[in-house]
C-alpha cells in the first residue's frame, strides 16, 4: 500500500511539474499577447489619426472642385488640341550639348547634325532610323549650340531612344 501511495504522489507530482511548466508557457504567451496588443492599439491611434487626417484633406479638395470653373463647350476644342500636341510630342527626342555645325547650307548643317547624332549614339550599340527628322531649336547664340529636336515616326522609336 505504501508502494501505491509513493506510485500516486510520484505522479502528482510528475503532473504538478508538468502543469507549471505549461502555466510558465501560457504565461508567457499572455505576456506577449499583451505587448503586441499594446503595439497594435498605439498603430490604430496612429491609423485613426492619418484617417483623420486624410477625410480633412479629401473635404478641402472637395469643396476647391466646387470653386472651379464648369466645363464648358468652349474648353473641349482647346482639351482636343492639347492632347493632339501631347501626342505628336510623343513622337519627339531633344538631344543638348551635340556639336553644331558650322555649314551655311542647310542640307550641309542637317548632314553634319545627322553624323555627329550617329557618332554620339554609337558607343550606346544604337542607330538612327532612316525616316528621322531633325530640326535646330531657337536662335544661334554665342558658342552654345542649340539643342536638336529629334522627330521620329513612332513612339515607340522615340521612347526607344530616349531609354
Not at 46 to 53: A, D, F, P
Not at 80 to 85: G, M
Not at 114 to 119: F, R, T
Amino acid at each position: 500500500m505504501r508502494k501505491t501511495q509513493d506510485a500516486t504522489l510520484a505522479q502528482c507530482k510528475a503532473l504538478s511539474l508538468s502543469f507549471n511548466k505549461k502555466f510558465c508557457e501560457l504565461q508567457a504567451s499572455v505576456d506577449s499577447l499583451a505587448s503586441k496588443i499594446v503595439d497594435i492599439r498605439a498603430d490604430n491611434t496612429s491609423l485613426r489619426n492619418e484617417l483623420s487626417t486624410l477625410n480633412n484633406s479629401i473635404s478641402v479638395i472637395e469643396s476647391d472642385v466646387g470653386k472651379l470653373p464648369s466645363s464648358s463647350g468652349d474648353n473641349i476644342p482647346q482639351l482636343l488640341q492639347e492632347l493632339s500636341e501631347r501626342e505628336k510630342c510623343s513622337f519627339n527626342a531633344i538631344v543638348h550639348g551635340l556639336i553644331e555645325s558650322s555649314a551655311t547650307i542647310p542640307t550641309e548643317r542637317l548632314s553634319d547634325d545627322l553624323q555627329h547624332l550617329s557618332e554620339s549614339i554609337l558607343p550606346l550599340a544604337m542607330s538612327l532610323p532612316a525616316d528621322v527628322k531633325m530640326i535646330r531649336l531657337g536662335r544661334t547664340f554665342g558658342k552654345n549650340p542649340r539643342p536638336l529636336k529629334v522627330i521620329f515616326s513612332s513612339k515607340i522609336t522615340s521612347q526607344q531612344f530616349i531609354k
